[in-house]
């Protein structure tokens, strides 16, 4: 069996279970081969200070991860400027948003070259490497140019923008190509493999093989979805455990007398998090009867503090929930509870248990793995009901949610509305069919299925 190296900007130790479905899926796979995790230590180091010297290796298990200091300023404008400034904005449509500042294109590049450098002297000829997200897209090239032929796949977690919002970055065609030095993309959605085959056909006139070959720049790639789960008995052992049961005790005690709606998310323009507020908002004006009972509990873990638009972020979010506390709140009665932390992991199936509703209406979302992990959470016999945003990639699976369009306000308010006076056959009923997608299709088959893939792939 070839050996797997897992390549991502961060690298997690897969035996903490702090680290979650996705590390520890990640390490399972790279357990079964024997494997390397290579990525950024997590550390910044100034100019020369170590930046140059080999990865540190550490043993975790049967798995060797492999790690670089980056220097502060080829940081900066690698993860700040280009990967989060630029690609993520313009992935997730959003144009007015990005920072297309040619500086950071130099680190990005940089950054991918060195990880380039410094993996290449680690790789065997027969391994398969899978190289994830939008901080590596050229990793493969630089990897190429340095005369690598192993198997090489990637996995884009973030959706991928309509050819004409892709056009919007100035170095689009370079992006694109660099997707080329692969053997296999993976994308989320079949929305996000459509994207990719129209750009290809109308940009670089790419010739389609066998439904999923494309053919451009002198090299063909398979492109298919193959889109991500979560590990449905790890989270339902977790759901278990002292910590999520203590959680669901003390919600169930402390709203007895309420109805709990739910929002768990990074916080981050992309997640619909000042809509959301709006719409529920709404629905405690067009429907007078939540008042004094509906309780929504937003949860918005820190993230990317560094990048300008997440502080005004912030800043909207704290005095929405604010005003909507103010105009509706009672002496005992607070209709909003926004905070601005992560819920830590063992803690996360009880808040999810105990909500009647959760409320996932991201913008766009390449999955969204909130909803998945909501559904897996459930009690079968009375379980909750999820709405969830057509424009997550989880609504192409997902289709037994109450689908709706985060920017209507009304129709959120009135989907929530209908979640909240759901009879309990059809929560039953659309629980069952959810469970059964989320356990067919999970963290274990998204891997098994890359990797299948992957090493069918001609090299
Ligand atoms: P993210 O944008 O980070 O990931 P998401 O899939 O929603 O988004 O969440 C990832 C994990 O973070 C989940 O396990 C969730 O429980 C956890 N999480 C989020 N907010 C939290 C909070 N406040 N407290 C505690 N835990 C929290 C990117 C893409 C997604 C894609 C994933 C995986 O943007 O679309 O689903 O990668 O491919």
């Not at 990005?108 to 290449?120: G, H, K």
């Not at 339902?236 to 709606?261: P, V």
């Not at 709404?282 to 004094?292: A, S």
Request: proline share 5%; hydrophobic share 45%.
């Amino acid at each position: 069996m070839p050996r797997l190296v897992v390549v991502s900007n961060r690298v997690a130790d897969p035996r903490k279970t702090a680290a979650g479905g996705l590390a520890v899926a990640l390490g399972e796979a790279l357990a079964s081969s024997g494997g390397l995790w290579f990525g950024w230590s997590g550390h910044v180091v100034a100019a020369g200070d170590g930046s140059d010297a080999a990865p540190k290796l550490h043993r975790a298990g049967p798995v060797t991860l492999a790690t670089l200091d980056l220097p502060q300023a080829d940081h900066d404008a690698y993860y700040l400027g280009y990967a989060n400034g630029v690609l993520w904005p313009v992935f997730h449509n959003r144009l007015d948003l990005a920072e297309l500042d040619r500086s950071d294109l130099d680190g990005y590049r940089r950054v991918n070259r060195l990880f380039a450098q410094r993996l290449a002297a680690l790789l065997r000829p027969d391994d398969l490497v899978w190289i994830h997200d939008y901080h590596l897209i050229p990793l493969a090239t630089e990897l190429r140019a340095l005369g690598c032929q192993q198997r090489m796949g990637f996995f884009l977690h973030i959706p991928l923008p309509p050819p004409l919002v892709m056009a919007a970055i100035p170095q689009h065609e370079w992006l694109m190509r660099s997707l080329f030095a692969y053997d296999l993309i993976g994308f989320q959605s079949e929305t996000d493999v459509a994207h990719f085959a129209r750009y290809v056909h109308n940009e670089a006139r790419a010739e389609q093989r066998e439904n999923d070959v494309f053919e451009a720049f002198g090299r063909s790639v398979r492109a298919r979805a193959v889109p991500i789960g979560i590990d449905v008995d790890e989270f339902q052992r977790l759901g278990q455990g002292r910590e999520a049961q203590d959680m669901l005790a003390t919600l169930h005690r402390q709203y007895a007398q309420r109805q709990l709606l739910v929002g768990v998310d990074r916080l981050d323009y992309s997640k619909g998090l000042p809509q959301r507020l709006r719409a529920f908002r709404r629905l405690l004006q067009d429907h007078p009867e939540n008042r004094g009972k509906a309780v929504l509990v937003q949860v918005a873990a820190p993230s990317r503090e560094g990048v300008t638009a997440y502080a005004d972020l912030r800043a909207e979010l704290e005095s929405l929930s604010g005003a909507i506390n103010s105009e509706y709140g009672e002496l005992d009665w607070m209709p909003v509870r926004y905070m601005h932390r992560a819920v830590a992991r063992m803690r996360l199936p009880g808040l999810y248990r105990a909500a009647r509703v959760a409320l996932v209406t991201p913008l766009r979302d390449g999955m969204n793995l909130v909803a998945k992990e909501y559904v897996a959470a459930q009690d079968p016999v009375d379980p909750g009901v999820l709405v969830l945003s057509r424009f997550a990639g989880a609504a192409e699976q997902m289709r037994d949610a109450l689908l709706v369009n985060p920017y209507d306000t009304q129709a959120v308010a009135e989907a929530t509305q209908r979640a909240l006076n759901m009879p309990l056959d059809e929560r039953q009923a659309r629980h069952a069919l959810l469970l059964a997608g989320i356990r067919e299709f999970d963290v274990h088959w998204w891997h098994r299925h890359f990797i299948d893939n992957l090493s069918d792939a001609s090299a």
